[in-house]
Nanobody, 122 residues
Framework: QVQLVESGGGLVQAGGSLRLSCAADGRTFSRPTMGWFRQAPGKEREFVAG????????YYADSVKGRFTISRDNTKNTLYLQMNSLKPEDTAVYYC???????????????WGQGTQVTVSS
């Protein structure tokens, strides 16, 4: 059973920082690539960042490049997202998931965690 538990969200002013965490089950975390996604009100879920199992390869959506950093701790089955210079348009519910092998910006599992809310005030 897929287990994804996101945490670390909150309310922050524009320009501030947050660090999100995602605790995953071992099977999910052993997938080749893990990623962060987000969904803003009234919008579809979108890709944010991805990282390979060996941490060598990372990639980002253009909208967050240079501001967000994805990382992982394979000993703890935990994925992280350091978010700096936050903007109001970053407001969304943030989710983690394994990344599809056929589309590097799509989640692998249909089942998602509860997500963690990030709200950036102007």
């Amino acid at each position: 059973q897929v287990q994804l538990v996101e945490s670390g969200g909150g309310l922050v002013q524009a320009g501030g920082s947050l660090r999100l965490s995602c605790a995953a089950d071992g099977r999910t975390f052993s997938r080749p690539t893990m990623g962060w996604f987000r969904q803003a009100p009234g919008k579809e879920r979108e890709f944010v960042a991805g990282i390979s199992w060996d941490r060598v390869y990372t990639y980002y959506a253009d909208s967050v490049k240079g501001r967000f950093t994805i990382s992982r701790d394979n000993t703890k089955n935990t994925l992280y997202l350091q978010m700096n210079s936050l903007k109001p348009e970053d407001t969304a519910v943030y989710y983690c998931n394994a990344v599809s092998e056929y589309n590097s910006r799509v989640g692998f599992y249909d089942s998602w965690g509860q997500g963690t809310q990030v709200t950036v005030s102007s």
